[in-house]
């Protein structure tokens, strides 16, 4: 499911975490500062920098490149 948040701000990334997921969730986030925040919510933070060509390379990156290209 898709939700938005307010600003890509680590207060709100928090929240949403806090709102939106499991404890223990696996977040694979680019590199954007901001998303560290999910590890305040007990969530597990997995960062991967990405460029132009290589996300669609990486396994993680599969199917939400598949969902963004059918929208």
Known sequence: M??????F???EIKQWARQRLVPGTQVVPDG?????AVVQADCIHER??????????MD???WINTILWNL
């Open 32 to 36: 954007l500062s901001c998303c560290t």
């Open 2 to 7: 898709f939700s938005a948040v307010e600003a």
């Open 48 to 57: 991967n920098i990405v460029g132009k060509g290589k996300s669609t390379k």
């Open 60 to 62: 993680c990156f599969t």
């Open 9 to 11: 701000s680590q207060k």
